[in-house]
């Protein structure tokens, strides 16, 4: 009787061992043991500017969120390559995400600034937002990066931008002769129109060039990130509010880095991308807020332009918009959703 119990305590042991061993060996290795995936990502932003300061709250949310399983460092612009190369150093994984103004490229396809710097078009972040979410932006940018083994998981946008500028910016007259520096796009060819002098300058020269008098004014962002980034002490002239431009922003990563993840933590990137979005438009617009009310103890000049002159303006625009259509199908196509969409708001008829 002893001599059966033995062996039964035996039995029960032996088969309790096997199970903890078999579950053991389904969990895989311990969380600790994992090696993290790691991915270096540079941005369009200085360090000081608050775009940079949200995305990298964003970069360690994502941390947190896959337990330590992705980790994204963040860089600010020129820190691994010039901002114009960024996603030359992506297809050659020497970057495996950014997060620029995706017209960077237009010089490989005009539709990355049509579609992502819709000028003289949209008043409210949510506006282009909800265009970018669910009136087809985001998958149109992603078939635009597509042939260049990029996925853009993300979109967010800054707000409406201002210009700072060394004299008055009252009225579209107020361009003529005017030295601006402008990025590749709709913008610099409406500058051109409106009689301006216009220089092309990477993000990163921008504070000397109008320190020295090489450009007189600026397209950047909005009053406070041009604050943030020295532009004032300079200019003491913006506009505000804004309502030339509104870009894009995108967080864009290698394909092939993205086929590798797994589909939670795929998951977790594009639900944050949302969060990371709404928490630079509301902190820029508070910031934009508190620098507006702030601005005549710092002796600068906030200036509104009436209806009137922003009608001339989006005339002009409008024209342009028309005249991009012809530089491919899918700028033709990123123009005309556009279009569709402000039809819808009431913006244009």
């Known amino acids: 009787?002893?001599?059966?119990?033995?062996?039964?305590?035996?039995?029960?042991?032996?088969?309790?061992?096997?199970?903890?061993?078999?579950?053991?060996?389904?969990?895989?290795?311990?969380?600790?043991?994992?090696?993290?995936?790691?991915?270096?990502?540079?941005?369009?932003?200085?360090?000081?500017?608050?775009?940079?300061?949200?995305?990298?709250?964003?970069?360690?949310?994502?941390k947190v969120l896959t337990n330590g399983r992705l980790e994204i460092e963040p860089y600010p612009a020129g820190t691994i390559v010039p901002t114009n190369e960024t996603l030359t150093?992506?297809?050659?994984?020497?970057?495996?995400a950014i997060h620029v103004w995706p017209g960077y490229a237009s010089g490989r396809n005009p539709a990355f600034a049509a579609l992502c710097d819709?000028?003289?078009?949209?008043?409210?972040?949510?506006?282009?937002?909800?265009?970018?979410?669910?009136?087809?932006?985001?998958?149109?940018?992603?078939?635009?990066?597509?042939?260049?083994?990029?996925?853009?998981?993300?979109?967010?946008?800054?707000?409406?931008?201002?210009?700072p500028s060394k004299k008055p910016i009252r009225s579209m007259e107020d361009f003529k002769g005017l030295k601006i520096r402008e990025p590749q796009g709709m913008e610099a060819e409406f500058m051109v129109k409106a009689g301006a002098s216009v220089v092309v300058l990477p993000g990163t020269e921008i504070f000397s060039a109008m320190d020295k008098g090489v450009v007189e004014a600026t397209n950047w962002a909005t009053c406070s990130i041009n604050d943030q980034t020295g532009f004032h002490q300079v200019a003491p002239y913006f506009t505000y509010p804004g309502f030339h431009s509104m870009p894009v922003g995108d967080f864009t990563v290698r394909q092939q880095e993205w086929d590798k993840l797994p589909?939670?933590?795929?998951?977790?990137?594009?639900?944050?991308?949302?969060?990371?979005?709404?928490?630079?438009?509301?902190?820029?617009?508070?910031?934009?807020?508190?620098?507006?009310?702030?601005a005549k103890a710092k002796g600068l000049t906030p200036i509104a332009w009436s209806p009137e002159e922003r009608a001339k303006a989006r005339k002009i625009a409008q024209g342009i918009w028309e005249g991009w259509k012809s530089k491919n199908e899918q700028t033709k196509r990123a123009i005309e959703m556009h279009e569709a969409w402000l039809r819808e708001l009431g913006r244009i008829q």
């Open 1 to 62: 009787m002893t001599t059966k119990r033995l062996s039964a305590r035996k039995r029960f042991l032996f088969t309790t061992i096997c199970l903890v061993v078999a579950a053991f060996l389904a969990a895989g290795p311990a969380s600790a043991e994992q090696v993290p995936i790691k991915w270096k990502a540079q941005t369009l932003w200085n360090a000081q500017e608050q775009p940079q300061k949200t995305f990298e709250d964003f970069c360690k949310r994502i």
């Open 89 to 96: 150093a992506l297809q050659g994984n020497v970057l495996q």
């Open 118 to 163: 819709f000028i003289f078009a949209y008043e409210q972040p949510w506006e282009l937002d909800a265009f970018m979410n669910y009136r087809g932006g985001l998958e149109l940018l992603r078939e635009l990066y597509k042939p260049f083994g990029a996925y853009t998981v993300g979109v967010m946008t800054w707000g409406n931008e201002s210009w």
């Open 263 to 294: 589909d939670d933590i795929k998951q977790i990137l594009t639900t944050a991308c949302r969060e990371w979005a709404w928490d630079t438009i509301e902190k820029v617009a508070m910031n934009d807020a508190k620098l507006v009310s702030e």
